[in-house]
């Protein structure tokens, strides 16, 4: 049990092996890395044996930015014969602690989707054998996790149901709304779902708070905003969709989204502007230094290549920015999975 199985977005392995080097290393767990360019996903194999786990129950899941999901587990598991794959993964869950729940996954990439029947095939067997064996237990604070890499070899772990992704793969499965103007939307509503606790919804985006969208059009993300009864100014020299614009709550302002400044403070700003890391990350201290908004989520584009340097980076500047000026914030990236080259931002002022 001295691997973690780290789930992430295909092309983006040396980001999530960055970042579980660093994080690891600031709690004095040591290891190294197993990446392939373009597999979605990376193991981090600790020098301790019992350090994985360590790992997998103090690094706070929600701090991770390019981990979408992972479980603690040993090496593959190899050559399972196709006409019994049951047998050798029971053997193998049997030294695991009892679990709650099971869940099959595959890895983000076309051949992981052509496991996905296989996969789901799989479950009713695989979770009877585990109940045969009272390998399941409905107290239990850890989920078994298992991975498909190919139709014979298999990766089998657990994670803690309460300090890991409560999607498969993590992965939400968000439907495109019909009346949404882009597909961009959705970023926005996994932001929400990532950030905000679905309790405390309500009173976050509540009705008839108002909002800012800068880079707005065509208008996914404002159409969110409106759905949750808030009034926008949405300002981008691009077309609003029309439907959106007669809703009422939305105004355009069609202006520099970089020199645009609210007459009266805000609840929300949004910010979806393509420009560089750096320069977002000025206008987003700029709003909240100047106290404009009181939470704010926006995306950084990385198309560099030190990606994972470069979020840290601009976060570090925030949070000294801000707490310079003696502000009380939260600040947390992650990267979506609608997200492609980028990551979003979620800043709290308190
Ligand atoms: N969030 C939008 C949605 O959900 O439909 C998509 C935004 S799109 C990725 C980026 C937008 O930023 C474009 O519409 C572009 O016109 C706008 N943009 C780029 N530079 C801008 C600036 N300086 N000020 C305002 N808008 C800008």
Redesign the pocket.
């Known amino acids: 049990m001295n691997h973690l199985f780290l789930h992430c977005r295909p092309g983006f392995e040396k980001e999530c092996a960055a970042e579980i080097t660093d994080i690891a290393g600031e709690s004095g767990i040591y290891g190294y890395s197993k990446t392939k360019d373009g597999s979605a996903y990376v193991l981090f194999i600790t020098h301790e044996p019992t350090a994985a786990r360590q790992l997998i129950e103090t690094i706070r899941f929600r701090q991770l930015i390019f981990i979408r999901q992972w479980f603690v587990s040993g090496p593959a598991l190899t050559h399972l014969p196709v006409t019994d794959r049951v047998t050798p993964l029971l053997a193998a869950a049997s030294d695991l602690p009892s679990v709650r729940e099971l869940i099959i996954e595959t890895v983000d990439t076309n051949e992981g989707k052509e496991l996905s029947t296989l996969s789901k095939k799989f479950l009713a067997p695989f979770t009877k054998a585990l109940q045969t064996k009272k390998l399941l237990d409905e107290k239990s604070p850890w989920r078994l996790h298992l991975v498909f890499i190919s139709g014979t070899e298999a990766y089998l772990g657990v994670s803690p149901l309460n300090n890991s992704s409560a999607w498969s793969m993590g992965i939400p499965r968000l439907r495109l709304p019909k009346s949404?103007?882009?597909?961009?939307?959705l970023?926005?509503e996994e932001a929400w779902h990532h950030f905000i606790p679905a309790a405390e919804w309500d009173q976050r985006l509540a009705h008839s708070m108002r909002a800012v969208?800068?880079?707005?059009?065509?208008?996914?993300?404002?159409?969110?905003l409106v759905q949750r009864g808030m009034f926008v100014d949405a300002?981008?020299?691009?077309p609003m969709?029309q439907a959106l614009m007669d809703s009422g709550q939305v105004k355009h302002q069609r202006?520099?989204?970089?020199?645009?400044e609210p007459k009266k403070a805000v609840d929300w700003l949004?910010c979806?502007?393509?420009?560089k890391p750096a320069r977002v990350t000025s206008l987003i201290c700029k709003w909240a230094s100047k106290g404009y908004c009181r939470e704010a989520i926006f995306?950084l584009k990385l198309p560099m290549k030190q990606r994972y340097v470069e979020v840290k980076k601009c976060e570090r500047r925030i949070t000294d920015d801000l707490r310079a000026l003696g502000l009380k914030l939260e600040i947390q990236f992650k990267q979506l999975y609608h997200d492609r080259e980028e990551v979003t931002g979620h800043l709290r002022i308190y």
């Open positions: 949404a103007p882009s597909r961009a939307t970023k926005l969208d800068l880079g707005a059009a065509p208008g996914g993300w404002t159409w969110q300002v981008d020299n691009g969709d202006l520099d989204g970089f020199v645009y949004v979806d502007i393509v420009d995306n």
